[in-house]
């Protein structure tokens, strides 16, 4: 089945970096769409980013432009997320997501990992 585990989450002070990894099991990882989530407390989730299956198309939320950066290793089986310049707002919890090509939903979902920006 597939699997989608994250990885590198934790507390940093605003302005800090952190780069979380997902890695992706039961799929042909390169055939796939991938892409970050986040869901901050008493919100509904959002989109951060995606990345096309070979890695030359990106694509971001407004809010994370400039500051994160998606990122993949079709070798590894693995999607990374550059977060710099975090700011307080991007406390969440962040989840990676699979689609194929053509499709609109994500029908794979990773478990999430927590990030917090202290002020």
């Known amino acids: 089945q597939v699997q989608l585990v994250e990885s590198g989450g934790g507390l940093v002070q605003a302005g800090g970096s952190l780069r979380l990894s997902c890695a992706a099991s039961?799929?042909?990882?390169?055939?796939?769409?991938m892409g970050w989530f986040r869901q901050a407390p008493e919100k509904e989730r959002e989109f951060v980013a995606r990345?096309?299956?070979?890695?030359?198309?990106?694509n971001y939320a407004n809010s994370v432009k400039g500051r994160f950066t998606i990122s993949r290793d079709n070798a590894k089986n693995t999607v990374y997320l550059l977060m710099n310049s975090l700011k307080p707002e991007d406390t969440a919890v962040y989840y990676c997501?699979?689609?194929?090509?053509?499709?609109?939903?994500?029908?794979?979902w990773g478990q999430g990992t927590q990030v917090t920006v202290s002020s």
């Open positions: 997501a699979a689609r194929e090509v053509g499709v609109h939903e994500y029908p794979y």
């Open positions: 039961g799929l042909s990882f390169s055939s796939y769409v």
């Open positions: 990345i096309q299956r070979s890695g030359s198309t990106t």
